[in-house]
């Protein structure tokens, strides 16, 4: 009696190892192993969105590098296979999409946020220092100043 919990422990870490999936593909060449690891690290799995399909757990991962892995095996290039998954998934599939109209903002849009900022910031600039020039007292307002000052009040007469 004082085994089962022992028992059940190793059981349910053997079940555990049985539980993770581990895929092993035959290549027929080197080459086509390298062109295989290449096209899982360039496509973006749909549901992670930030991981590639080769790093990704998900269903859909699993099914994209299997389908990959049949189109090298069938003799499609590497072109032809990113060709697929852009038709089937579109160019957000890619980690480096093609520069085009529909990805202009992808590949444009960072530069102009950042002349944009640039140009807000030296704006901001500007105008502080034009603030702080009129703060700025003018000879006058400090003569006038100085006169407050040198006349005696009239509560220090007391």
Partial sequence: MKRLPL???LGSLSFS???TNIEVYDFDSPAQERTYKELTT???CLVCQNQDIADSNAELAQDMRHKVFRMLKNGKSKQEIIDF???RYGDFVRYKP???GKTLVLWVGPFVIFVLA????LRA???ARQQ????ELSAEQIAQAADLLEQPSDKSTD
């Fill in 17 to 19: 190892t049985l539980a």
């Fill in 118 to 121: 640039v140009i807000f910031m």
């Fill in 132 to 135: 702080e020039e009129r703060r």
């Fill in 42 to 44: 360039e496509l973006r």
């Fill in 98 to 100: 093609p520069f085009k």
């Fill in 125 to 127: 600039i500007r105008r």
């Fill in 7 to 9: 028992i059940l422990l």
């Fill in 85 to 87: 998954m852009v038709e």
